[in-house]
């Protein structure tokens, strides 16, 4: 359960990073999608973008509700 929040905070620290994210957009997303990564992404090293690259390449399978909110938050941001 720890190794799974620091990967998260690290996925979305990122995130936050590479796109200049809101805290409140960053705990959305989060909130959203946590189960995805978990399910999806679980072996995978956080760092270097590679939780980014596994959400992508896992597209087809992430939650509607995922997929929907990173939609909303990168149409927020154009």
């Known amino acids: 359960m ?6 998260t905070f690290t996925l979305l620290a990122t995130m936050a ?5 809101s805290r409140q957009q960053l705990m959305e997303i989060r909130t ?4 995805d990564l978990r399910k999806l992404c ?4 956080p760092g270097g973008g590679r939780l980014a ?3 992508q ?3 087809s399978s ?10 909303a ?5 154009s």
């Open 62 to 71: 992430i939650s509607q509700p995922c997929k929907e909110k990173l939609a």
């Open 57 to 59: 390449q896992n597209a």
């Open 73 to 77: 938050v990168r149409a927020a941001r």
């Open 32 to 35: 959203v999608c946590e189960a």
């Open 17 to 21: 990073h590479a796109q200049q994210l």
């Open 2 to 7: 720890r190794l799974l929040i620091v990967t």
């Open 42 to 45: 679980a072996g995978v090293q």
């Open 53 to 55: 690259q596994c959400l």
